[in-house]
């Protein structure tokens, strides 16, 4: 059987006392997205189920068609404020869209002209207003980049300038909002248009940028988190050359795998491993600051359309495997500091180390290969107190220091500092004290799923 080993020595109680003088991090949130604002979902089941899974957050709409019914009279529908005021009930902090057209105003098209600007700023005070106190993030406009809302694709220099009139108003209502601005798709980041966005000014006009950046469409490694997060880096590199020495926090308000049965759909246990990873190295990206999975529940039942399988739980409440991925590692994404990566010789082996507000340890590892399992030994030259040992999604055990490489050697000795662990592609959470506790090695271990035939790896 072919093997590899990767000889290593990284102390990773030197990641914790380099950072131990560090203040707690800033927030990080985890979101998801809710279609509340449409009628569907059971609002009870849905937040009760949310709050388990550590979610902090949702992104829903409030459309101006549906509260400018009438020309010049604005009224909040009960059912919005009702799902708003019991989602704050129950802890959780609504992000609310601001958008779509009304068909007073150009004829219901993107507001573009001055009259229309100004009854979509009408009713972005209205709502801020309505709320206030209550939602503290707002997103300008959703996709306006595209034919999305019964609207014509728009150009990034008439966003912005519907940004500009919109941004000091609602915030001079409430200036303790949070103004999310952006919120183009994939093909807008990659086709110039927030790009375009950034120089005709958007900076000026919100407190931090929101994208969408699915990638399942993609092929090979293009459509996996390592790829997504590699990419985020060169978001953030593109904001800093439009920031002027200010600092601009990003957020990613869309992502997500859908698990629909097509070509680009993603089998459930593979898009939980995408959505854990995914979380887990947005914490690598200095300035995100927060990820919405689009989105919570299934909008039905059509086994193959992409948009009734978006979510973490079917239509009836039912969880998928992402709603347990995201349960297992909410927590630490959410709450704990991001103290560094531990480097390997290999590039494709990832150990994230957190320390949570207790000043316990941390380590988030999985392999990104398309096959096969690597095994990682740990070393312990401290305290051997056990670690509580998770394989994200599936479950926890309490695992003692001791290691035996009696497989390859039956005269082999024990060793009662070592621990080993086989990684693939679903995260594994360590957490205990490991603050005198190195890797020291990486080994590949043959399992080569791919001879099963007909397997989706990755």
């Known amino acids: 059987m072919l093997s590899e080993r990767i000889p290593l020595l990284i102390s990773l109680g030197a990641w914790l006392s380099a950072f131990c003088a560090l203040p707690a991090e800033r927030p990080f949130i985890v979101g998801v997205c809710a279609h509340f604002g449409q009628g569907k979902g059971h609002l009870p089941g849905n937040l009760s189920l949310m709050k388990q899974a550590g979610v902090v957050s949702f992104r829903d709409e409030l459309a101006w068609r549906s509260l400018e019914r009438a020309r010049g009279q604005l009224q909040v529908p009960q059912q919005f404020?009702?799902?708003?005021?019991?989602?704050?009930?129950?802890?959780?902090e609504p992000m609310l869209i601001l958008d779509y057209g009304n068909p007073f105003y150009d004829k219901g098209d993107k507001p573009l002209s001055p009259e229309a600007i100004e009854g979509f700023v009408r009713?972005?005070?209205?709502v801020v207003t309505h709320f206030?106190?209550?939602?503290?993030?707002?997103?300008?406009?959703?996709?306006?980049?595209?034919g999305i809302g019964g609207t014509t694709p728009g150009t990034?220099?008439?966003?912005v300038r519907l940004l500009a009139a919109v941004y000091p108003r609602i915030k001079k209502v409430d200036p303790s909002i949070i103004v999310y601005g952006g919120a183009m798709t994939p093909g807008g980041i990659r086709n110039g248009w927030m790009e375009r966005m950034l120089k005709a000014g958007a900076l000026n006009s919100l407190d931090q940028v929101s994208i969408h950046t699915y990638n399942y469409s993609n092929s090979g490694r293009e459509r996996t988190p390592e790829a997504w997060a590699s990419w985020m880096k060169d978001i953030e590199a593109l904001i800093d050359k439009y920031r002027g020495g200010k600092k601009y926090p990003l957020v990613v308000t869309e992502m997500g795998w859908p698990t629909q049965i097509d070509r680009r759909g993603t089998p459930p246990s593979v898009s939980a491993d995408y959505l854990?990873?995914?979380?887990?190295?947005?914490?690598?990206?200095?300035a995100m600051r927060g990820i919405w999975w689009y989105d919570f529940q299934d909008d039905g039942w059509q086994a193959s359309y992409n948009e009734n399988n978006f979510g973490l739980v079917r239509p009836d409440l039912t969880p998928k495997p992402g709603y347990f991925a995201l349960a297992d590692i909410s927590r630490v994404v959410g709450t704990a500091e991001f103290v560094g990566r531990v480097e390997t010789s290999d590039p494709e082996i990832w150990v994230l180390r957190f320390r949570t507000a207790d000043r316990k340890g941390v380590l988030a590892m999985w392999s990104a290969h398309e096959d096969d399992g690597w095994q990682i030994t740990l070393r312990n030259n401290g305290n051997l107190s056990?670690?509580?040992?998770?394989?994200?999604?599936h479950g926890s055990v309490t695992r003692e220091w001791g290691a035996r490489n009696w497989a390859e050697a039956r005269t082999a000795a024990a060793i009662p500092n070592e621990l080993q662990l086989v990684v693939r592609g679903t995260p594994w959470v360590i957490t205990g004290d490991l603050a005198d506790v190195s890797i020291t090695e990486v080994k590949r271990r043959e399992?080569?799923?791919a001879m099963r035939g007909g397997v989706f790896l990755r």
């Open 156 to 159: 990034a220099e008439d966003y």
């Open 81 to 92: 404020t009702d799902f708003i005021l019991e989602s704050v009930k129950q802890g959780l």
């Open 447 to 449: 399992q080569p799923e």
């Open 123 to 126: 009713y972005s005070e209205f």
């Open 386 to 393: 056990p670690l509580v040992v998770t394989e994200v999604g």
């Open 276 to 286: 854990a990873r995914m979380y887990l190295l947005g914490r690598t990206i200095p």
């Open 132 to 146: 206030r106190g209550k939602v503290k993030h707002y997103e300008v406009w959703n996709e306006w980049d595209i």
